[in-house]
């Protein structure tokens, strides 16, 4: 309807300026923040619109685009914007929806809306956020088109463009520039967007989302009849499941104003760590909320009752925990509630409280009835709870064990460890030292005057693959601790420190890594104030050593020794000692490269640096399947893993 448009603003019209003018001075509050985050927000509330028709049963395809020229074009088969005259506004309702806030969910009744929830801003703030949008609709027998300015309708630009074609399907497409006034990035990432759309088929099964990168022709489909069952085998790609078939669910439970739909997919793994993801009208609800708990408390029933009933825990004389049962659990529970409340810090806590015996009922029908007809599954389940049952206890009678041990042996030092002769732990050091035979060359190397020994057996812990209570059984782990002298969690004492310098000695290859990854996550985990308080440090034993004409240069990286050899050495060393681990350093080597104050480079860990490898351990020991298989590709055991 070209020529529709008015050029004076009506009272309506204003109205809508201020609305878009308040989201464009303020868009953290509509989309949380201008960053990469924000950036990808704005495609999620295109998309969300889109999985809302789904939803109503009209959308089966969405296609995402990343083009070439900085805009994102999402594409729909749902019933289309509408683009009849919006009364109120004297407006095309297409214009109204993409340029008044919230107003896109007052033209429906639908039983889920998902925009709305906690994206849920309306694509008027997409609009608002762009530097320039336009949109086609296939609606009414014609397409339709309509391009905004920063938000802005173009003067005349509604536009009828052709009647549509016998086999042309409704549907809705957005192509939008996002304004890089307003965004400190406009650069779109095909794996956050692949992540969250997979996500999402996984949610709403039968959906079919495509997405593409016409910035490289890259593209991935998405697309899961099986829905949140094939999100539970997804997880279980790199884990061992103990039983073939997910265990799958769902039910309604009504409420006020219409149903709450459930599902639940679970499998049980022989990791340790278990993973429950809970979504609530697709979205992830990280901080958990109702029907978390009512899942948590009606699975630690159902799986104790069914023991009990069969006499599964004989030999255990408690209940198994709520912990037990989830041991190498993956499971996803997605709930859709027709008004779902979000609280929490981020928003991802849903806060519904009817959502918990919705959640519990529907567990104890299904559940219950699924244990009593797979009842191989259902023991391969208690059984495996059982397990941990068992491991916890053992757990805590070690570490009840090693509390008494130390207490008692306070006095006595591991016979392992080289003391220093000075007692004023503000000049001791403490070197932690990986393998017996550099422990040999550093207790040589050393200065007894106040430098200590502890070297740590050349057994490699598996991180992957052991709990941190298993850890505190580890001889060497104890010797640690009671070198050091302050105990650990709620019995440490700083002040007990016998060192104030306790520095990680570890080889520059992947097992050194893991093993400096598993002493800074169990700092992290139970003598945090040391790491607080400054006193432990990874020292940086160099790569390379060159001579050169009499002199020596030591590197501490490929990239030093190249210059070393260039600026030094006029690109021809007389040497180049290449040193595989700490083991190749004789004891003065050790000594000048690595423990004398006065050359060696000692890097201190930060709270930051522990944190970020105890996130090392959780990836290691987790669920995420594409960080997990990053990172085991990234750290092949060939690889030169040098990093802190
Ligand atoms: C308002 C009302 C209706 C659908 C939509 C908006 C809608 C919005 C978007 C955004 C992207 N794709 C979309 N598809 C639909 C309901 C229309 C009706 O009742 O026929």
């Not at 905004?148 to 497409?173: I, S, W």
């Not at 782990?477 to 650990?488: E, Q």
Request: some cysteine; hydrophobic content about 35%.
């Amino acid at each position: 309807m070209s020529g529709s448009g008015e050029s004076e603003y009506g009272a309506g019209q204003i109205q809508v300026l201020e609305g878009l003018q308040a989201v464009q001075k303020r868009p953290a509050m509509y989309i949380g923040s201008t960053d990469s985050r924000g950036l990808h927000h704005l495609v999620y509330e295109v998309v969300d619109n889109a999985i809302d028709e789904a939803l109503a049963g009209y959308c089966d395809e969405i296609d995402v685009t990343i083009r070439d020229d900085g805009g994102v074009s999402v594409a729909d088969d749902g019933r289309g914007i509408p683009v009849d005259t919006h009364e109120e506004y004297d407006r095309p309702a297409l214009e109204v929806i993409m340029t008044v806030l919230h107003a896109g969910g007052k033209f429906d009744n639908k039983s889920y809306q998902v925009s709305g929830g906690l994206h849920g801003v309306g694509v008027s703030v997409v609009n608002a956020l762009s530097r320039w949008l336009e949109v086609e609709v296939r609606r009414d027998g014609y397409l339709w088109r309509h391009r905004f300015d920063h938000g802005e309708p173009e003067p005349d630009a509604f536009e009828r463009v052709r009647p549509l074609r016998d086999d042309e399907d409704t549907g809705t497409a957005i192509t939008f520039w996002p304004d890089e006034e307003i965004f400190e990035t406009g650069d779109f990432s095909f794996d956050t967007l692949a992540t969250r759309l997979r996500e999402l088929a996984f949610l709403n099964s039968g959906v079919e989302i495509t997405l593409e990168d016409d910035r490289d022709g890259s593209s991935e489909r998405f697309h899961y009849s099986g829905g949140i069952r094939e999100f539970v085998e997804y997880l279980n790609e790199t884990r061992t499941p103990l039983h073939d078939e997910v265990i799958y669910f769902e039910d309604t439970e009504p409420v006020n104003d219409g149903e709450i739909a459930i599902e639940v997919a679970m499998q049980a793994t022989d990791e340790l760590q278990g993973s429950v993801h809970a979504f609530a009208n697709n979205i992830n609800t990280r901080e958990g909320g109702t029907h978390l708990t009512g899942f948590k408390t009606a699975l630690t029933r159902l799986v104790n009752d069914y023991a009990d009933e069969h006499d599964l825990l004989s030999d255990l004389d408690d209940n198994l925990r709520g912990e037990d049962v989830r041991e190498g659990l993956t499971a996803v529970v997605s709930v859709k509630h027709p008004d779902p409340q979000f609280e929490g810090q981020t928003k991802t806590k849903l806060g519904n409280s009817e959502v918990r015996g919705a959640v519990t009922s529907a567990l104890h029908d299904h559940l219950g009835t699924y244990f009593e007809e797979n009842p191989d599954t259902a023991q391969t389940v208690v059984r495996k709870a059982a397990e941990a049952a068992r491991a916890r206890k053992a757990a805590e009678k070690a570490e009840e064990l090693t509390r008494r041990k130390s207490a008692l042996e306070s006095t006595a030092l591991p016979g392992k460890l080289a003391d220093c002769q000075t007692r004023d732990p503000s000049e001791s050091e403490l070197f932690v030292v990986e393998g017996d035979s550099a422990g040999g060359s550093a207790k040589q190397g050393r200065n007894p005057e106040f430098q200590a020994i502890l070297p740590l057996g050349g057994k490699i812990l598996n991180v992957e693959k052991h709990r941190l209570d298993r850890v505190l059984e580890n001889d060497e782990i104890r010797n640690l601790i009671t070198a050091v002298g302050t105990g650990i969690g709620d019995e440490f004492d700083l002040s007990e420190s016998r060192y104030e310098n306790i520095t990680l000695m570890t080889d520059a290859d992947i097992d050194g890594a893991h093993i400096r990854t598993l002493l800074l996550t169990f700092f992290y985990r139970h003598m945090r104030p040391l790491i607080e308080a400054g006193y432990v440090y990874a020292a940086q034993p160099p790569l390379y050593r060159i001579r050169s004409g009499g002199e020596t240069y030591d590197a501490m990286s490929e990239a030093e020794r190249e210059r070393i050899v260039a600026e030094k050495c006029d690109g021809a060393p007389d040497q180049v000692q290449r040193f595989k681990g700490l083991g190749e350093m004789n004891p003065e080597q050790l000594w000048e490269t690595t423990m004398n104050p006065e050359n060696r480079v000692l890097k201190q860990v930060t709270i930051e640096d522990a944190a970020e490898a105890d996130k090392m351990f959780n990836v290691l020991m987790g669920d995420a399947v594409e960080p997990r298989k990053q990172f085991i590709k990234e750290h092949a055991p060939e690889a030169d893993w040098v990093d802190i």
